[in-house]
């Protein structure tokens, strides 16, 4: 199996609802370091997993939405906690929809799934896989 | 499926039994650092795979019985190399028993996959995956 | 000159005045990974620089009183853009204002100089170096 | 499952085929830092997956023969888009080779797999993945 | 003293003239990690050292001249070993015309200072520091 | 100022004496990832600081002495506490005979001073600089 990687970052604001939470409850915010990693068993004609420009445009595009924006108030995640593990997920899921799309070129049509970790410090992170 | 991890570190000393460790054999010793990566399929009701301050007080309660050690003086080494990938086993197992024990909090029922990674400089390091 | 690194993280919101600042006007945040590096030219007498407990015991007081907060809440903030270098003089005075009173212990009396650097992401980070 | 990584680096000179390559199809060059990560089910009688020092040289030796070359001139990669991800299927391969040949000591009989990355830069890495 | 450091990358074939370099005298490659870091006394109105878009756009700019280039083809570096500690003079050097230049913006004046960084491999790098 | 920077490692056991150093005065071990900085404000005709192979091997020549040893037991240190940073001194003071033995090449002889940084765990390193 191959699989390619490209990293980027956003910085976001956001607060969580639950005790669990303890002073995370409050607004605060984090960088998330985001690494989304594209995996298929045999490369394309050009010896590629996917086209490494494509990917990081792609990768630009997800984390746009989010970058420079308290989440709390995007409607998409109302009353949710957008916790880092839940966030890999976000980005994972819109980077799916944008090969669907064929954004990362023709060649992705090979591409059989998809990791995505956001590092949240040095001492914490989080990851969230799925099939393509 | 979603991950999380948490680092922290250790400070030990050891010595290793047998021609293949060459000055190993040698009383000398090691900052490992450590990655404690929780696995499960879905989050919990708080969109998490685990408490994260759970997870990192597990951690470093499971660390604190071998930090500022000599292994070799160990009870439960005595005989065995400890070697970086056993060392990542004896972690592994012990946060498990954790999670059994109910430590990780009644969330951390879901989790079904531990990964332990330990680094024992920047060209070399070491990992266990085990089921839950 | 001898210097000794401690390094710990805020996570906080915050949100800039000013057309330079792009969409970063907006409500925002951050995960700071914090370095405070405290120098002397001799060591003291056990060795140290500073006594390292202490020292990470003191950063994380210093960090502690801005970590899961909006910036823009405090008072001690209003009307000032909490840029990255800004933030790293704020945590370089307050550990000053540490060592000053006692905090770090007998032996930083010796201390001259503090650096603090504050990694905004993978590629960005700020400094301030301070005398004592 | 147990892994042991050991990382080295090469420096080489290359060009690409393929408008998807836009400027890379330019002679250029990369470091590619390079883990090469061994897999078993069960530890050897040392309590090892692999000897680190014999793992460091045969991945040593692989790279021996790329390092400090124009892979463009290298007759077996005529034609031959020597991507990232290609690259490490060629690490990765010729690693394995020098498991069946006993290259890594007679305890290496006991790998069942390779994995190997190939960091191109702080922002994009590639791995192949390979059964022993 | 304040300082402000961006980060971004270049991928250079070359090779050296000397015995001193023995194979690396042979055609080969090397990503740079290249780390530009701008000092100054105080802030600006901005509570900034530099906008940090211009300076990362300013380092762009600079590498875009190197990136993807055999330095050997380039008439600037004839005759000359483009070793990592030169490079990082050269790309100084052209950080600082484009301060002068007014290129990353009028706050920009008030810099005193650059120091650049080049990281070819995990084990090595060289810096070149400079008054403005 | 140009300089060059290359990197080593060194696994010792060893123990402190003093109450502030806590459960430290156990006998316990640490990983040192050592970072030896070569500084002068010129470079020689090679187009270098120095020659990276001969700091290479000279970083390695100075750890060789220490690695896979339990300081404890190191007559030129009996009675000494073996600080992260003492350590920095010991390894800068030991390369600077290095250099004034001629052991980094004739071009060595314009350099003029040393930092040598020892990093003990990924949140704590230590560094003494010194003139040649």
């Given at each position: 199996m191959f699989s390619l990687t490209v990293r980027d970052h956003m910085m976001v604001a956001h607060s969580f609802r639950g005790e669990v939470f303890g002073p995370a409850q409050r607004l605060h915010g984090a960088t998330f370091i985001v690494d989304a990693t594209f995996h298929r068993p045999e490369l394309d004609d050009?010896?590629?997993?996917?086209d490494i420009g494509l990917a990081t445009r792609a990768l630009g595009a997800v984390l746009g939405d989010l970058?420079?924006?308290?989440?709390?108030?995007l409607p998409e995640f109302a009353?949710?906690?957008?916790s880092t593990e839940f966030l890999a997920k976000v980005v994972a899921d819109r980077l799916a929809e944008q090969v669907a799309a064929g954004e990362l070129g023709a060649?992705?049509?090979g591409l059989t799934e998809i990791t995505v970790t956001l590092r949240e410090s040095h001492v914490a992170w989080a990851s969230y896989g799925r099939k393509l």
């Open positions: 050009d010896n590629l997993v996917v970058n420079y924006r308290n989440l709390d108030d009353g949710t906690n957008t060649g992705a049509r």
